[in-house]
């Protein structure tokens, strides 16, 4: 367990940042990789502590993969290329890993149990296994099927109609993955859009899939081709330093080669709501997933509410909204976000108690949080509790503390942004 000092009083930001790969986008590559017939070759991958688990994964599942850097090679042989494991498969602290796994193996004839670190452990998985389930897998699991560690038998699946209880992009993903083996067709309604890298991707390696809006239909029997595939940097991880550029005073940085899904870009509305100076530049609509340059500038903003379709674009940005929230004037209003309970941490907890431990006027709400702006940040010793977004989160906030922040449990960055200090090292003027 790290405990790292971190910099404080800061005068302004300035430079600019090449934002690493997109976290989800990373992990897509390998599972289709590994699923499609011959070589796929993927540039700027995100070489993060949950990426790399997908990568040890599949190598359990007899996958030949290389990685030099930022650039991996798969050598695929087909879903059918895929080999019973003789070990269990540990997914670190990665839940895209666990549940998108799920939805592949749910298809394959082979038994595999699936372990993760203490955060999976407490993370529901009856979302998954539950329709799974229903398609014809067999999988066990702690306490009927919720929790790890799960056990499958995948085997001959049928194709179904199934409509989403929560919007989540891994449940959707997880019965593509599922549906791609299955006999007949399999229609899933989501309750709001969710992130599409699993569509786009599935047409990127030569499979089909049809979408109407939320409504997304996919045959059974698909075969996929190898193909290469250059990661878009993550949105999720710029986030940070869209946040630290707006609340830092004479602040002006340049957040390069960022993926512009609309299915990702809540942030950039919500920011631009509140009145921060956000442009986008060299936007390239047409690649497979949009990416374009992002300038922030020092803000002066003030409070909103942020609910309803907009939270599936930006669940992972919340915990450093909040903290934008808490330099803006006025109320900011977060609701119908009640999957942030179920993240690595309880996020809500977990950013009410950080940030309140730094002088913010912060409450939790059943289903999200009420900020109250603007406040003096203080300083004192904090706590990422294993949650990598809470991490980076802390380290922003304390840009604009006046005394010492310590941060405990710092090295659970290392899951989404390895680089992160080292980037916000770049640009910090103090
Ligand atoms: O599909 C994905 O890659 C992800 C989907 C989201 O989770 P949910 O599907 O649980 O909302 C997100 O929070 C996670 O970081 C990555
Ligand atoms: C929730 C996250 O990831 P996962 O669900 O893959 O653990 C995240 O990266 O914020």
Do not use: W
């Not at 700027?44 to 790399?52: K, M, S, V, Y």
């Not at 749910?106 to 038994?111: E, I």
């Not at 099927?145 to 209880?165: A, H, M, V």
């Not at 941490?345 to 289903?367: F, P, Q, S």
Request: glycine residues 10%.
């Amino acid at each position: 367990m790290n405990s790292v000092p971190l910099t404080t009083c800061v005068n302004q930001l300035r430079g600019s940042i090449d934002i690493p790969g997109d976290k989800s986008i990373s992990h897509r590559s390998i599972m289709f990789g590994a699923i499609s017939d011959g070589k796929t070759v993927v540039t700027n991958f995100l070489t993060g502590e949950d990426c790399l688990s997908t990568i040890a994964c599949f190598r359990k599942l007899g996958v030949h993969i290389e990685v030099d850097d930022q650039k991996v090679e798969i050598t695929g042989k087909g879903l059918n290329g895929l080999r019973e494991p003789t070990e269990v498969l540990d997914v670190g602290n990665s839940g895209t890993t666990i549940r998108l796994m799920l939805g592949i193996l749910a298809g394959r004839p082979f038994y595999s149990t699936l372990i993760g670190d203490d955060s999976i452990g407490k993370r529901p998985m009856t979302r998954v296994t539950k329709p799974l389930t229903q398609m014809g897998a067999k999988i066990e699991g702690r306490e009927d099927g919720k929790y790890t560690p799960i056990s499958i038998r995948g085997g001959q699946l049928k194709g179904f109609n199934y409509e989403l209880p929560v919007a989540s992009a891994q449940v959707k993903s997880a019965l593509l993955f599922a549906g791609l083996q299955a006999e007949g067709i399999t229609t899933i309604y989501e309750p709001s859009k969710t992130r599409d890298h699993t569509e786009r991707m599935i047409e990127q390696f030569g499979g089909e899939v049809e979408v109407d809006g939320q409504v997304i239909k996919i045959k059974g029997n698909q075969s996929f081709k190898g193909t290469n595939i250059h990661v878009p940097g993550d949105i999720s991880s710029a986030a940070f330093f869209l946040v630290a550029g707006a609340i830092v005073e004479n602040s002006e940085i340049t957040l390069k080669n960022v993926g512009l899904n609309p299915t990702r870009t809540g942030i950039l509305d919500v920011m631009k709501e509140m009145g921060a100076e956000v442009q986008m530049i060299n936007v390239q609509k047409d690649a497979f997933e949009p990416v374009g340059d992002i300038i922030v500038k020092t803000s002066k903003l003030k409070g909103t509410v942020i609910e309803g379709d907009l939270i599936p674009r930006l669940i992972d940005e919340l915990p450093v909204i909040a903290l934008l929230a808490t330099q803006a004037e006025g109320k900011t209003i977060i609701r119908n976000a009640e999957e942030l309970k179920v993240k690595e941490t309880n996020r809500i907890d977990t950013v009410v108690r950080e940030l309140t431990t730094l002088g913010a006027k912060i409450e939790a709400t059943d289903d999200g949080m009420i900020i109250y702006g603007k406040t003096n940040l203080v300083g004192g010793t904090v706590n990422s509790h294993g949650d990598h977004r809470i991490g980076m989160m802390l380290a922003v906030a304390a840009l604009i503390c006046k005394e010492k922040v310590t941060l405990e449990n710092s090295e659970a960055i290392a899951v989404s942004y390895p680089s992160f200090f080292s980037h916000l090292g770049k640009i910090t003027k103090t």
